[in-house]
Structures are given as structure tokens and as C-alpha cells.
């Protein structure tokens, strides 16, 4: 009875993909995210649902493999000239998709690029860091950096998407948004914002021939719509599942439920920056201590979710495990506006995505009735995730927002430094011993001293409390049966890793 209920509840939904079960083409994957990407520059965006699509036709110098270990991949190998210089020895006979060659120059084009500050890219990582590229030979670079950088690396296996220069060149930048040229394993074929993105194999691909010859990424930001297309046959992965679909998805024959501890964090970050009450570290850590976040996670996010002390996980290096939560007190949390001068509360507004991440907007929602439990005249604002992110990229998550940060490098400054370094691509905070900190640690080549000065800055996170809350999340997929493909830690959906079940 349960069963039919959920089917019958489903089934208009069904009749948007125009049938029951006629299916996906064969020699087609469609992969469903919440989100279109906002842009196809892979250098100016910051969001996970672009770098899904933009992976599979852009390579980078270095990848993460499905151990989440650092692989050469442009890169035959590289290595460490002193604390200022990197070598970069680069794979022969890689050409682009529009035939041209991949070589230094290549590399020397798309990193000092990316190193412009005048392009007002949105990675901005290597802005005042590399300093120039050397080209040694047509297959050799080294990277001079403007101080020491010990993870130049890590950054590469996650950005630094290379570029063909003469096509670039040619077709001007603005061009590189709709009509991406990579030497990665799919070529794009056509883009239908908010419908469907098409991309086809590269027989040319210097890896070899793909087993899957054509891709569609669809967004589709309602979690039953996208369940609706994996058991139409429609969609072969889904991404965001709420926990309650999921068992919609344990369909013999048809799909199955595929979940991973992420390295994903979601977090409530205020805006310090803009005055009003939350400009107030008082009232910072008094929203903090209203919200109960475990009842959150069991109840709203049916426990796939894993509260923090800290803005990393434990995957990341820089995490600090002696750290806790704030934890959930809305009585101390009633002194503390009281103290600030907010006995009677104040107006305060949540901006929160829909779709985008798991049950985002009922969790905004959940927090948004503890804040009004304690005397906060709280509400929430959906948006559609473009313009969501937009206003975050405009530093307008005032006075508060939703936001998750897959924190794909693996390292500390990947979190710290978009996040919440004065001015950065997503900062809406500023804070003179937290900026120092993370300086340091971006110019430190020792580990050991680079865990200390993080530690200091969990530290002052949790003391100076810019997020109201964070928690790991739990990444839950939706697969095709016919489909073969493991689940990854980062979320990367690397089509060249897929195959068809014989």
C-alpha cells in the first residue's frame, strides 16, 4: 500500500518525461543535477554542477583518482625545483578538439590567465601567486610562484583547466562562456540553458576512446522530478536525493541508491560585513546556540549529515577534531541578544537556494523557526540557484545565506581563503588575524607548521563565529542499473570512468 501511494503521488510527475518507461537512448548517459552551470569559462565560476559538465571536456595538469590521491594527467610528471619553482614535464600528442596542439604553450597561456587579476576570473587562487610560467621546450614548464606555495598541486588536480591559445585568441573570451574548446574526453556539442546540455565522445581522446559516446546534462531542480526520471528510465544518474526518495530508487532491474560521505560542507554564513545586528559577535554566536542542528539533521535531513566544529572535514588537510559544535542552547542564546541590545529581537531575513543541495530550503526553513523560537523575527528568501549565487559573487548574502563548498583541493586554504579572506570570491567576512593566518599558511612549505597555523585559525572560526552552524554532508545518488560507476568523496561525475553493463 505504502508503495502505491509514493507511485501514484509520482505519477504526474512521470508524464513530464512524456511516458512511463521509454528510456535514455542506449549509447546515451543523462545525468540530472538541481542546477544548470552559470557559465561554460572554466576559470570563472566556483559551483560544482559547471565543474561536472566542464571536466569531462577540459583536462587539467594533475587529477584526483578514485582514491582521491593525485595523479599525473596533462602532467606526465612534475616536481619541485625549490620552495618558489615547479617543473611540469607534459604528455606528447594531445591535441585540442579543434586540432590544435596541447603543449607549453598551452600551459604558459591558461595559468598566467588565470593569474591576471585584471580578468577578474572567479578562481581566483593564483592571483598574486604565480608569477610567471617558464617555457623550458615544447613539453616542459616551470611555474615561478611569488612566494613559496605548498599545494600548487592540490590546485591543480581541481582548476587549471587548459586552454587551446591561437582559439582563444582568435574567437575572444567571452566566447569561452557558451562554446567550450578543450582536450578532455567529450566535445561540447550544443547547450539548451535550463533544458539539456549535449556532449559527444572524443574518438580522438589521447586516453583512449570513451565508452560512452554521448552525454546530457539535465538540470532539474526538483528532487521527485529527478526520481521520477530514473524510474521512467529517463535519467541515468541523479544527483541530491532526499533520504525519503530514496528507497523510490531500489527498483530491481532498473536502479539503486549509491551513498558517500562527502567532502562537502553546507554551512549558514553571515555577512559581518554590511553593519546591523549581525556585525555584532554577540549576536553571531547567539543565532548559533538557537539553532538545533542535530534535530535538523535527524529530522530534515533524516540523519545523512554530520555536524562540525570546524569549516573542513576530516578528509581535509588543516582540520582540527578538538573543535566543537556550538551547542544548542536557546536560553544562552536569549542572554546574549539581550546583552547586545536585541532583548526584543530584530528583522532578519535567510537567503537559501532550492534544489541544490539536499533539502536545502527545508533545512533554511528548520532554522528559520529556531531563530523565531528565541525571539528573532526571522524568514526565509528562496531563490533560483543563478541568482542565488550571483548575489553571493555580488557580496550580497547579507544579513545571512545558505551555501555548500566542496572544499575539492583537499586543503584548508581551499576553504579558508574564497571563503573568508578579506575580499575574496565568496567572503561576505573580514577579520585582520584570521586574514594574517591564512596568509601565512599559503607561503609556508612545511606541513607540520601549516596544521599549527590552521589549528589557530579554527580557532579564531569558532571565536569569531562568521558561520552559524556547519555539518558534512552525506551524498546520496540515484543510479541506473545499466549504468557502471562508483560514487566519489569530491562529487565528480567523470564520464570517461563510465560504462555500460554488458
Given at each position: 500500500m505504502r508503495k502505491m501511494k509514493l507511485f501514484v503521488f509520482l505519477l504526474p510527475v512521470f508524464l513530464l518525461f512524456g511516458g512511463i518507461a521509454f528510456g535514455a537512448p542506449k549509447d546515451t548517459v543523462v545525468i540530472a543535477q538541481g542546477v544548470d552551470p552559470g557559465t561554460l569559462d572554466p576559470h570563472n565560476h566556483q559551483e560544482t554542477p559547471a565543474f561536472n559538465v566542464l571536466l569531462n571536456i577540459y583536462d587539467t595538469l594533475l587529477i584526483r583518482d578514485d582514491n582521491l590521491k593525485i595523479q599525473p594527467l596533462l602532467a606526465s610528471s612534475y616536481k619541485v625545483i625549490d620552495e618558489k619553482t615547479w617543473e611540469f614535464k607534459l604528455q606528447k600528442g594531445v591535441k585540442f578538439h579543434n586540432g590544435e596542439d596541447f603543449n607549453a604553450a598551452s600551459v604558459k597561456f591558461t595559468l598566467e590567465r588565470m593569474a591576471d587579476p585584471a580578468k577578474k576570473l572567479k578562481q581566483s587562487y593564483f592571483q598574486g601567486i604565480i608569477s610567471r610560467v617558464d617555457i623550458v621546450d615544447d613539453y616542459t614548464v616551470r611555474v615561478l610562484t611569488t612566494k613559496p606555495y605548498p599545494f600548487l598541486d592540490a590546485q591543480l588536480s581541481h582548476v587549471g583547466a587548459m586552454l587551446p591559445p591561437k582559439h582563444v585568441q582568435a574567437k575572444g573570451e567571452k566566447d569561452l562562456a557558451a562554446n567550450p574548446v578543450g582536450t578532455g574526453a567529450y566535445k561540447f556539442v550544443k547547450w539548451v540553458k535550463d533544458d539539456q546540455l549535449v556532449l559527444e565522445a572524443n574518438p580522438n581522446y589521447w586516453r583512449g576512446a570513451p565508452r560512452i559516446k554521448k552525454v546530457i546534462f539535465r538540470p532539474i531542480p526538483e528532487a521527485t522530478t529527478r526520481v521520477a526520471g530514473l524510474q521512467t528510465q529517463e535519467v541515468d544518474i541523479i544527483v541530491n536525493i532526499p533520504p525519503h526518495l530514496s528507497r523510490l530508487m531500489q527498483w530491481k532491474g532498473r536502479s539503486y541508491v549509491a551513498k558517500i560521505p562527502s567532502s562537502r560542507v553546507i554551512f549558514m554564513a553571515f555577512d559581518t560585513t554590511k553593519g546591523g545586528p549581525v556585525a555584532d559577535k554577540r549576536v553571531r554566536k547567539a543565532i548559533a546556540h538557537s539553532i538545533n542542528l542535530e534535530n535538523i539533521i535527524k529530522k530534515v535531513l533524516e540523519g545523512h549529515g554530520m555536524r562540525l566544529g570546524v569549516p573542513l572535514t576530516q578528509y581535509h588537510f588543516g582540520y582540527e577534531p578538538s573543535i566543537q559544535p556550538y551547542p544548542y542552547d536557546p536560553e544562552k542564546a536569549k542572554k546574549l541578544l539581550a546583552e547586545a541590545g536585541y532583548a526584543q529581537g530584530f528583522d532578519f531575513v535567510l537567503l537559501s537556494p532550492n534544489g541544490r543541495y539536499l533539502n536545502d530550503k527545508e533545512v533554511a526553513e528548520a532554522v528559520v523557526g529556531d531563530l523565531r523560537k528565541v525571539g528573532i523575527n526571522a524568514s526565509i528568501k528562496v531563490q533560483e540557484w543563478g541568482t542565488h549565487i550571483g548575489m553571493l559573487y555580488a557580496f550580497k548574502g547579507n544579513p545571512a545565506h545558505i551555501l555548500g563548498w566542496g572544499g575539492a583541493t583537499f586543503d584548508?586554504?581551499?576553504?579558508?581563503?574564497?571563503?573568508m579572506r578579506t575580499n575574496q570570491v565568496l567572503s561576505h567576512f573580514s577579520n585582520a588575524s584570521l586574514d594574517s593566518l591564512i596568509d601565512q599558511a599559503r607561503s609556508v612549505m612545511s606541513?607540520?607548521?601549516?596544521?599549527?597555523?590552521?589549528?589557530?585559525?579554527?580557532?579564531?572560526?569558532?571565536?569569531?563565529v562568521p558561520w552559524a552552524f556547519v555539518y558534512q554532508q552525506v551524498d546520496i545518488y540515484g543510479v541506473s542499473e545499466r549504468v557502471e560507476w562508483k560514487a566519489?568523496?569530491?562529487?565528480?561525475?567523470?564520464?570517461?570512468?563510465?560504462?555500460?553493463?554488458?
Open positions: 584548508a586554504d581551499g576553504t579558508f581563503f574564497p571563503l606541513q607540520e607548521k601549516r596544521q599549527k597555523i590552521y589549528s589557530e585559525a579554527c580557532k579564531i572560526f569558532q571565536e569569531e566519489r568523496g569530491d562529487e565528480k561525475l567523470i564520464v570517461f570512468n563510465m560504462s555500460f553493463k554488458k
